[in-house]
T-cell receptor, first 114, second 113 residues
Framework: GESVGLHLPTLSVQEGDNSIINCAYSNSASDYFIWYKQESGKGPQFIIDIRSNMDKRQGQRVTVLLNKTVKHLSLQIAATQPGDSAVYFC?????????????FGQGTRLTINP | NAGVTQTPKFQVLKTGQSMTLQCAQDMNHNSMYWYRQDPGMGLRLIYYSASEGTTDKGEVPNGYNVSRLNKREFSLRLESAAPSQTSVYFCASEWGGADNEQFFGPGTRLTVL
């Protein structure tokens, strides 16, 4: 089956720097993508989403970029803070049999160095 | 609102034992989902319920059964637990329809000895 994958399993950045987390997807028919943040011992928390008719979407300190040509999306976190330490997952949303199904990547662990 | 709640938070079973994981949501969502997360992995869909009264298999349904008890509650049952089912289980819900955010519960950490 098709899957969503991530380029790097871990990322360490200095506090205050910008972070970029990358994700590749393989289903060219996918039209909706979501980034989730998962802190230790908690369930995933929605960060930002993007539809395939967009190539960029901005939230508070976060930006998602979508490149449909190479089937790649990225999550940019500006001015990284200690509270940003978590595992970040991209998920590909497939609409099958009347329900949404999320296909998650492996995740990238973001560590913030003081 | 409590959002999505799950019980229990932790559980240890012996091989062959059975148990039911409970999930409830108070957001009046139509669709509910069960996922499992193995160490260092993303979440994989076990079963889902697009609406009250319907359930369907996800990516990894073997060894599990589900019940959509009502609009609020969606339970996951392990009839005969196996060590391969050691994992963290997450329940999620959403309004239904296309492109809607799924809200996740805090998870149940299950160990099968």
């Amino acid at each position: 089956g098709e899957s969503v994958g991530l380029h790097l399993p871990t990322l360490s950045v200095q506090e205050g720097d910008n972070s970029i987390i990358n994700c590749a997807y393989s289903n060219s028919a996918s039209d909706y993508f979501i980034w989730y943040k998962q802190e230790s011992g908690k369930g995933p928390q929605f960060i930002i989403d993007i539809r395939s008719n967009m190539d960029k979407r901005q939230g508070q300190r976060v930006t998602v970029l979508l490149n449909k040509t190479v089937k790649h999306l990225s999550l940019q976190i500006a001015a990284t803070q200690p509270g940003d330490s978590a595992v970040y997952f991209c998920a590909e949303n497939l609409w099958i049999q009347g329900a949404q199904k999320l296909v998650f990547g492996q995740g990238t662990r973001l560590t913030i160095n003081p | 609102n409590a959002g999505v709640t799950q019980t229990p938070k932790f559980q240890v079973l012996k091989t062959g034992q059975s148990m039911t994981l409970q999930c409830a949501q108070d957001m009046n969502h139509n669709s509910m989902y069960w996922y499992r997360q193995d160490p260092g992995m993303g979440l994989r869909l076990i079963y889902y319920s697009a609406s009250e009264g319907t359930t369907d298999k996800g990516e990894v349904p073997n060894g599990y059964n589900v019940s959509r008890l009502n609009k609020r509650e969606f339970s996951l049952r392990l009839e005969s637990a196996a060590p391969s089912q050691t994992s963290v289980y997450f329940c999620a819900s959403e309004w239904g329809g296309a492109d809607n955010e799924q809200f996740f519960g805090p998870g149940t950490r299950l160990t099968v000895l």
